[in-house]
């Protein structure tokens, strides 16, 4: 058995000779231009509970049906799952391969020399046959690493999935909850224009009124009716997205009629200090694609050197008796060296690309994270003016109820102008839609900030 021990001296000096790797030692960038980061990227833990700070049974009840039935995420979720089986199986590569075999061979004049004439000889052979390509120069490792990084990055863009879905829900749920408001508020304006055309009717019927008039506030109702269609088709519309969102059939989401856009009952704060970015998916995916290819440049590099393979066997080989013992014990190690010297231009070819695509992966990591501070920055500040313009918007509808109360009061009193009710109900009626149509929009700002932030956002 002294050769077998040999052949393991000799696998394990190889073993012991394959510990260098060229290319570059990847690392993380600590900075883009002034912007720190050194935090890693941290799932938030409230990426899918942050709406329960809405205390909306309704949208927290889709959210949950989404993250199970979502035939994106379960896509994602897949994707995660091959990229750690392609990790896997790049893993494995350090280690030798092996198959156990096992034949049998039966033979009739084996030569054309006229002794072996109507003979028949008869074999087997049984054992282990073993391949190692040793990784003198880190090549397989270096693909461990890129396929480690590409795994790692499909698991990031899985949590980014989530959130992006979440962020759809929310947001077509808003837009469910918008449509059915701003119709129920078309509907309320209706029932009160068509209560003053009562009144102008019954005044041009005894002769106070003109036909003009009657004409104008006919107009007036008309144009009302005919936003009842266009609000339907809105809260069709959310209800098909929602429905493909959820993975159902449109119209089976048994919404109830609330009409009412979810509220925060405090507002959302920012923590001094936090480094947000380390919330986003978005460029942690780009870190770890530049963590790839960055290997993917060691892998490039490897075939500019010899290539060593080793492979053996390990067993039996019996003749005619076809006996198993001692003496028909076989083993052999054949190692052999391969070397691309005849196209090392191709090779330094790729090497180039590796590192141009590096250089693009770098590129890309940095833009995205000036995309993502913009981001952040933006649905901030698009939320408080929002907020702004729904609070004024807000004092502008009440002011115009004012100035409509008094307007019908006079006109009913006979000391008012019919075209100052109608100018009043007007405002009443733009103002109202407007205000409507801006609480819709101050939600789905809110939708937006949860989203640039990575779910990290915090309520006060």
């Known amino acids: 058995m002294g050769k077998p021990l040999n052949t393991v001296a000799i696998l394990s000096v190889l073993w012991i000779l394959s510990a260098c790797a060229v290319g570059p030692d990847y690392q993380a960038p600590k900075q883009v231009n002034n912007i720190d980061m050194t935090t890693p990227y941290q799932q938030s833990e409230k990426l899918t509970t942050w709406w329960q700070a809405f205390n909306d049974k309704e949208l927290n009840r889709l959210i949950q049906e989404a993250l199970t039935e979502n035939r994106t995420l379960l896509q994602a979720q897949a994707n995660v799952q091959r990229a750690y089986a392609i990790f896997r199986d790049a893993d494995n590569d350090l280690l030798p391969k092996g198959t156990l075999d096992t034949g049998y061979q039966a033979t009739k004049n084996s030569t054309v020399l006229s002794s072996d004439n109507n003979t028949i000889t008869r074999g087997y052979s049984t054992g282990a046959n073993l391949t190692w390509d040793v990784d003198l120069f880190g090549k397989v490792r270096r693909a461990i690493e890129a396929a480690s990084a590409e795994a790692e990055q499909a698991d990031i863009l899985w949590h980014d999935a989530q959130l992006q879905i979440i962020s759809q829900v929310a947001t077509s749920y808003g837009d469910y909850r918008g449509a059915q408001f701003r119709l129920k508020v078309a509907q309320q304006n209706l029932t009160n224009l068509q209560q003053t055309r009562t009144i102008v009717k019954v005044r041009f019927e005894a002769g106070f009124a003109s036909e003009l008039e009657m004409a104008r506030i006919d107009a007036q109702v008309y144009a009302v009716e005919a936003t009842v269609p266009q609000y339907g088709t809105l809260l069709a519309r959310a209800d098909a997205t929602l429905s493909a969102l959820l993975g159902k059939k449109p119209g089976t989401l048994a919404l109830d009629d609330l009409s009412v856009l979810p509220q925060l009952s405090k507002p959302i704060a920012l923590t001094q200090g936090e480094n947000y970015l380390r919330y986003r998916a978005d460029v942690a995916s780009y870190e770890r694609a530049l963590a790839a290819t960055t290997a993917r440049i060691g892998v490039a590099t490897a075939d500019l050197y010899p290539n060593l393979s080793v492979s053996g066997f390990l067993g039996f080989l019996s003749g005619p008796g076809l006996s198993v013992n001692g003496q028909n014990e076989s ?116 939708v937006d900030i949860y989203r640039a932030f990575g779910g990290g956002i915090s309520v006060i």
């Open 331 to 446: 083993w052999n190690i054949a190692p052999s060296l391969s070397w691309q010297v005849a196209d090392l231009g191709s090779v330094k070819a790729r090497i180039r690309q590796a590192q141009a695509s590096s250089v693009i992966a770098l590129a890309q990591f940095e833009q995205q994270v000036f995309d993502a501070l913009a981001d952040m920055q933006f649905s901030l500040q698009s939320y408080n003016f929002s907020r702004q313009q729904q609070l004024s918007t807000e004092y502008q509808w009440r002011a115009s109820e004012k100035a409509m109360t008094i307007a019908k009061q006079r006109f009913e009193a006979g000391s008012g102008e019919f075209l100052d009710l109608l100018e009043a109900q007007r405002d009443v009626l733009e103002s109202r839609s407007q205000l409507a149509l801006l609480e819709q929009q101050s939600f789905n700002r809110l």
